[in-house]
């Protein structure tokens, strides 16, 4: 078993940045690839990004490429999400994910564990 925790989350204006972490604990793995999710008021979880386990596999979401950088160190079990120039449409909850897997995913059903999610939220 994985547990995930996120921080990082808060109240932020429009034009500013967040950076979101994760932490795992329990049976972790460096081998796995690690996620991140959101999910907007009213409207499904989306991929956010996602990235392999040295780093050298990292996609990103449409919507927020150019903007956000996920980033991992796996001495500390932990993975990051950095995030520029937010704006509205990127309040959501977001979620860490971890996949048992070397190949990243874009996928929710394909994650195998979940944190209980860190607000950000953007204001104008």
């Known amino acids: 078993q994985v547990r995930l925790v996120e921080s990082g989350g808060g109240l932020v204006q429009a034009g500013g940045s967040l950076r979101l972490s994760c932490a795992a604990s329990?049976?972790?793995?460096?081998?796995?690839?690690m996620g991140w999710f959101r999910q907007a008021p009213g409207k499904e979880r989306e991929f956010v990004a996602a990235?392999?386990?040295?780093?050298?596999?990292?996609y990103y979401a449409d919507s927020v490429k150019g903007r956000c950088t996920i980033s991992r160190d796996n001495a500390k079990n932990t993975v990051s999400l950095q995030m520029n120039s937010l704006n509205l449409e990127d309040t959501a909850v977001y979620y860490c994910?971890?996949?048992?897997?070397?190949?990243?995913?874009?996928?929710?059903?394909?994650?195998?564990?979940w944190g209980r999610g860190t607000q950000v939220t953007v204001s104008s």
């Open positions: 994910a971890c996949r048992r897997s070397l190949i990243p995913s874009m996928y929710e059903y394909e994650y195998d564990y």
């Open positions: 990235i392999s386990r040295r780093g050298g596999s990292i």
């Open positions: 329990g049976r972790t793995s460096s081998s796995y690839t």
